[in-house]
């Protein structure tokens, strides 16, 4: 069973800093996709940015430059830390895992909510301006 565990959430003004923390038990070390997505009221899900067990990236263009996702392994915990936070970021923040595509040869992860089978309770990111 994948548990996934946010954590790290706040307030925060305009250009403010966060990392938010997911703690991770239950999936499997190869193969998978884990990462950061966010819903705002009234919007639909969408992703932040994602990795893959061999530590590729994928971000979305609102997240690049200003999000750095990253893992821990030894502690089984997923980072996102957040700089140059914007009014606009205002969101729940989801982490969630899933297992990784196959085509062409290898293995790859899209930053698409289907692809993600297993979902934290997720954490309020709100910055003011």
């Known amino acids: 069973q994948v548990q996934l565990v946010e954590s790290g959430g706040g307030s925060v003004q305009s250009g403010g800093s966060l990392r938010l923390s997911c703690a991770a038990s239950?999936?499997?070390?190869?193969?998978?996709?884990i990462g950061w997505f966010r819903q705002a009221p009234g919007k639909e899900r969408e992703g932040v940015a994602v990795?893959?067990?061999?530590?590729?990236?994928t971000y979305a263009d609102s997240a690049k430059g200003r999000f750095t996702i990253s893992q821990d392994n030894a502690k089984n915990t997923l980072y996102l830390q957040m700089n140059s936070l914007k009014p606009e970021d205002t969101a729940m923040y989801y982490c969630?895992?899933?297992?990784?595509?196959?085509?062409?040869?290898?293995?790859?992860?899209?930053?698409?909510?289907?692809?993600?089978?297993?979902w934290g309770q997720g954490t309020q990111v709100t910055v003011s301006s």
């Open positions: 239950g999936h499997t070390r190869r193969n998978y996709c």
């Open positions: 969630a895992a899933g297992l990784a595509y196959y085509g062409g040869g290898y293995y790859y992860c899209i930053i698409q909510p289907s692809q993600y089978s297993y």
């Open positions: 990795i893959d067990s061999d530590g590729g990236t």
